[in-house]
């Protein structure tokens, strides 16, 4: 596919089985303007204020809607997401059920934590992450935010750690 808005604009038309009508409804731009934007020769740019209708409007990312980067929307991101959260849950969970069930014997049993299986937990945790990754790129969320919290997350986390640190050593 080519590099251009107007040829993403098409082929999410022809691919959704939509009218220029139709995204003209969904978006809040004149039919006549849709078709300047599709044109298949000197196509007109959106602006900014037009790229976030249209994004919005049709469900699609942003970053797809100028660079044709990623998918059309954000549900690869959010599968992406629920399938690492969950992988990540799962070996989490198994590693805390082996100690539990070691010092707790009742609390653990027949590998169900409290009556749920460890493949249950790991994917609630994911589908909980997905919604999360859905919030967050519907509000927009930028780079430099996510590098905000992570390196919030990081100092918050070192923390924790220094005082676990401090409390085993004065123990």
């Known amino acids: 596919m080519e590099l251009d808005i107007s040829t993403r604009l098409r082929h999410l038309r022809d691919s959704k089985g939509w009218t ?8 809040g731009i004149p ?6 934007y599709m044109a298949r020769e000197g196509a007109s740019l959106p ?16 970053d797809w809607l100028v660079f044709g980067v990623g998918g059309p929307s954000g549900a690869p991101t959010e599968l992406l997401v629920n399938r690492s959260a969950t992988a990540a849950s799962l ?22 934590l409290l009556g749920l299986s460890v493949d249950v937990w790991a994917a609630e945790i994911g ?3 997905m919604e999360e990754a859905r919030r ?9 935010d996510l590098e905000l919290w992570k390196q919030s997350r990081t100092e918050r986390l070192v923390e924790i ?3 676990k640190a401090s409390r085993i050593l004065s123990s």
């Open 20 to 27: 220029v009508s139709e995204m003209a409804y969904r978006t």
């Open 31 to 36: 039919k006549r303007t849709l078709d300047k």
């Open 47 to 62: 602006g900014l204020e037009a790229l976030s209708s249209l994004s919005k409007g049709l469900g699609v990312s942003l």
């Open 91 to 112: 070996t989490i969970f198994e590693a805390v059920m082996g100690r539990l069930s070691k010092q707790y014997p009742g609390i653990y049993e027949n590998e169900e």
């Open 127 to 129: 589908e909980r992450a």
């Open 136 to 144: 967050l790129l519907e509000r927009g969320v930028t780079r430099e």
């Open 161 to 163: 750690t220094q005082d």
